[in-house]
């Protein structure tokens, strides 16, 4: 039996979590919380495209990369993870999606936590708009309407480990297709779309119950009170993910959004792509060339269209904090609970308790500026990182 000692954000008391692969006692210890670390549990993205020099787009990325990504990952305290696979030609999506089915396979073969964090695949298109503006950086050329039969090829190739798939309710065929995929047990997100307010009230009704980084993959102007940003945000039915890099949305509207959404329906992604903890320069995504700027964005080469982010979590959770004007506490939450609640983890929707998965970050706290430094992450019982 292992244990773990940290100080509960937002509470006086200090924690001794005794666990194996899972937390089985929690206790609390007669000290000074100022004597004892921050601890959480371990932080939860949706929405990873790559990270470390490693593409999760590419068919050919070997599991030794894939690790290694995942390893400078856990620095982040992130310990569950979404790869994410955009829009592409079928081939080259079911290419990535058998790829890292067969490296988490490979990894759990061999007792690596590596295969735990892998706890599923996120979708992202191809069964989005086509127009400029919500469409992002994905390629136009290969988006197309919702094909239940594709989802099952999808699913056959990833092995079932599809869990999270966004699309847009402007196709005909989205709600029946939404009404399946969530049969199955995929969760459905409304994002890169220029639906109408019938169109996403459908697209609910059938079952969509996620916005994917809301504020995002829009046009440049839309009407000023009735528009597919505001009619998500709206919807109780749906929780809505924020990129808060300080470069994706503004802190004005990721406080509003906020407040409209309530923090229980609020999840923080990183939306990472390959540069991700890279030095700046030129990269190439897929088929898609990039450029990693000075100030953290990530853009089309040659142009300012943003392609995915290279933000980290425990960032994230900084920026979210100060530009949110949040607690700690808070902004935890939608890196933790609330993903594993809208991504239906099992074992980490109850946060610090007994029977939940042994998943841990131990960190520091600087509340001015905002700062969280992670000195221990702790996955499915395994120890992963050690601030040296």
Known sequence: MNSIIG????????LKVDYGEGITHVDELIRSPEDADFLSPGFIDLQV??????DYNDPEAKPEGIGQSIQKMFETGVTRFFPTIITGS????????RNLASAKTEFLRH??????????????????SGEDGPRGAHPVEHVRPPDVNEFHRWQ???????????????????????????RSGVVASIGHTKATSEQIAAAVDAGAT?????????????????????????????????ITDGIH???????????????????????AVMPAMCLPGPYRLGGIDVQLLDNGSVVLRGG????????????????????????????????????????????????????????????????????LEVIETIVAGQRTYLRA
Do not use: C
Not at 7 to 14: L, N
């Open 49 to 54: 495209n790559g990270f470390a020099g490693v």
């Open 210 to 242: 996620m916005s994917t980084h809301l504020g995002n993959a829009a046009h440049p102007a839309l009407p000023k009170t009735q528009n597919y940003i505001w009619d998500q945000l709206a919807e109780d039915r749906l929780t809505a993910s924020f």
């Open 156 to 182: 056959e190739a990833a092995d079932g480990q599809i869990r999270l798939i966004t699309v847009s309710p402007e196709w005909e065929q989205t709600p029946a297709y939404i009404r399946e995929i969530v």
């Open 90 to 97: 079928e081939d080259r999506m079911l290419g990535a999606m």
């Open 304 to 371: 300012n269209r943003l392609a995915g982010s290279a933000l980290r979590m425990d960032h994230a959770i900084s920026y979210a904090v100060r530009l949110g004007r949040l607690s700690l506490r808070e902004a935890l939450s939608m890196a933790t609970v609330n993903p594993a609640r809208v991504g239906r983890i099992a074992g980490r929707q109850r946060g610090l308790s007994p029977g939940e998965k042994a998943d841990f970050v131990r960190f520091q706290w600087t509340e001015s500026p905002t700062s």
């Open 7 to 14: 100080r509960s954000p937002g509470a006086s008391a200090v």
């Open 249 to 271: 949305i503004p802190g004005s509207f990721f406080r509003s959004a906020v407040r409209a959404k309530g923090v229980e329906r609020s999840v923080l992604v990183t939306d």
């Open 111 to 128: 007792g690596m936590a590596e295969g735990h964090a892998m706890e599923g695949l996120h979708i992202e298109g191809p069964h989005i």
